[in-house]
């Protein structure tokens, strides 16, 4: 089955504790994102991937980073978090860009 | 600066009735643009983009560059249809993504 994976799927932090969130996706997909979901904001892109080794910085970078070493795998890392990170995040692969994406399920996370 | 706007946070309507869910984006080049959709308890998922102009589950959306819109109809809508939309402009050659804060839509019955 097709599908894009996130785990975990929920978690509550505390303030400067380095976090990683995964994702995964079996689709052989070469571009890969990270979106934060916020109440009257939609989504806002965090980071991309267009292949393994290449990301570049979307609309929100700012305390997030990533890495692409293989191609199924894109984790989402918080180095220090902080409660204004506190969001739903959601990690997105497609074959490339403008076609179809498939989204993960969601990391609801919560940082005090 | 690259912008969606989508005005309306909440629109209800009656089955049966025309929809249309508003979108605006501000770019400077030729923007890709697509609309999303989250159902209740799924993940999100793309509806239609305007480069195919396709019809997807009786959605329309066309383009317009004149008033930089690209507005979501639908003739009749269904009460399944109830779910969140999300407008979105691709930039960077489609890598970027721009969404709009969304509308949620409820269809009475």
């Known amino acids: 089955e097709a599908q894009v994976t996130q785990n975990p799927r929920y978690l509550i932090t505390v303030t400067g504790k380095k976090l990683t969130v995964t994702c995964s996706q079996n689709m052989n997909h070469e571009y890969m994102s990270w979106y934060r979901q916020d109440p009257g904001l939609g989504l806002r892109q965090i980071y991309y991937s267009m292949n393994v080794e290449v990301t570049d910085k979307g609309d929100v970078p700012e305390g997030y980073k990533v890495s692409r070493k293989e191609k199924r795998n894109f984790p989402l890392i918080l180095e220090s978090p902080s409660p204004n990170q506190t969001s739903l995040y959601f990690c997105a692969s497609s074959l490339g860009p403008g076609t179809s994406p498939f989204f993960g399920p969601g990391t609801r996370l919560t940082v005090l | 600066a690259q912008r969606v706007t989508q005005p309306e946070k909440l629109l209800s309507v009656f089955k049966g009735a025309p929809v249309e869910l508003k979108c605006n984006y501000s770019y400077s080049g030729s923007p890709e643009l697509f609309w999303y959709v989250q159902y209740s308890r799924q993940r999100l998922q793309l509806l239609l983009r305007?480069?195919s102009r396709e019809s997807i589950k009786g959605f329309t959306a066309d383009l317009n560059k004149g008033e930089t819109s690209f507005h979501l109809k639908k003739p009749f809508a269904q009460e399944e249809d109830s779910a969140m939309y999300y407008c979105a402009l691709s930039e960077g050659g489609g890598f970027k993504t721009i969404f709009g804060a969304g509308t949620r839509l409820f269809v009475k019955a």
């Open positions: 305007h480069i």
